[in-house]
Nanobody, 123 residues
């Protein structure tokens, strides 16, 4: 499966963005999808993820209550709605997918990755 992220851009602190992760080659059915972010010199940081059934949805403590992950099966797309953005949310955001019924928080657990979309939050 190929994943393509979009929606990243420069935004002021307090603003909102919606990132998209579109899949081709197969659907997101029976795939757990995770969003990660990375800043220079740091490891990939888990942001949010959910199983295809929706039974398990997890968020990093730093984004809980501000970010929401959702899916549109008809469009074969997963979204990350980001509200109340802070400068510390600035990063390259990736979506990733893996077959399974749980949400791994470690990026190496995922089989498929997109190229990333840059989010920059100015103060």
């Amino acid at each position: 499966v190929q994943l393509v992220e979009s929606g990243g851009r420069l935004v002021q602190a307090g603003g909102s963005l919606r990132l998209s992760c579109a899949a081709s080659g197969r659907t997101f059915s029976r795939l757990t999808v995770g969003w990660f972010r990375q800043t220079p010199g740091k490891e990939h940081e888990f942001v949010a993820g959910d199983t295809w059934s929706g039974d398990s949805t997890l968020y990093a403590a730093s984004v809980k209550g501000r970010f929401t992950i959702s899916r549109d099966d008809a469009k074969n797309t997963v979204y990350l709605q980001m509200n109340a953005l802070k400068p510390e949310d600035t990063a390259l955001y990736y979506c990733a997918a893996v077959p399974g019924y749980s949400v791994p928080r470690v990026y190496r657990s995922y089989n498929y990755w997109g190229q990333g979309t840059q989010v920059t939050v100015s103060s």
